[in-house]
C-alpha cells in the first residue's frame, strides 16, 4: 500500500476558565477544512472537537483516530507520531470546555481521510463518568496533476509507396495544466520525430503533431511517447505511449 505520511500540527488546546459548567455533558466535532491542491504543503484537512462539562465532571479527555481509504480499498487506520489512538486529558487549571484543532497535511493522492473523535469525561478520583464517540464526514483528497496520454497515431498511405503520414493525437486529462513537454514518434528504424510542446497543455485540452513522408508503417510500426523527457509529475505514468496500428492498404 502506497504510504501515507501526515504532518499534523496541534494548533490549540482550548481551555475555558473556571465557570459554570452544563446540565449535561456535550461533544461537537467539526471537520472545518477539506482542501485538495496540487502540493502537498498546501492540502488542508482541518479538524476542531470539543467537550464541555457537566456538574459531576472533574476532567475530560479527547481522543483523535485517522482512516485513510485508497480507491477500490476500505478504510484502514493510521499509525503516526503525532499520537493518533491516544487520549489527550484537559491540562491543569480544568475548566468547564475543552477545545482540540488539528490540521493534516496528507501526501498521498487520491486518497479519501476521516476521523473518529472520542470524548470522555471523569469524575473524582478519575473514574470515566461518560465515553462517546463521533464519526466526521469523509474528506476526499483529489490527484490534481496532469495526466498526459496518447489517444491515437492516424496512419495514412503516402503518395510513395515506402512513406507514410502520422497524426499523433495526445491529451491532457489531469485536473491542472501540464508545464512544458516533449513528444516523440520512434521508428524501429532508428529515426525518432520529437516535437517540443513549448506552451505546455491545459487540463482537458488535447493537441495533434503530425509527421508527413515518415517510414511505411509496414516496415515497423512506430511508438508514441508524449513527456518523453519524464519532466512532468502526472497522476497516471502508465498511459504515456502508443503503438500504431498500421493500417492494410
Known sequence: MKRLAVTVCLLALGLAGPGRAAASPRSAVKLAICR?????????????SQITADRATVRMAIRVDSYQRLPGRGYVPLRSAYGFGRWYRQP????????????SHPDTVPATVRFRVGFRWYERHGKIERTVYRLTPPCRQ????????VRGIRVEHGRRGNHDRYAVTIRNAGATAAAPFTLRLAFSGGLIQTWDLTGGLGPGRGATRTLTGGPACAGGAPTATVDSGAVIDESNEQNNSLVAACPAF
Not at 485538495?36 to 476542531?48: E, F, G, K, N, T
Open 142 to 149: 483529489r490527484d490534481l496533476r496532469p495526466d498526459l496520454s
Open 92 to 103: 491543569r487549571p480544568y475548566g468547564s470546555v475543552f477545545r482540540y484543532i488539528y490540521d
Open 36 to 48: 485538495s491542491a496540487l502540493l502537498p504543503a498546501d492540502r488542508d484537512v482541518r479538524l476542531v
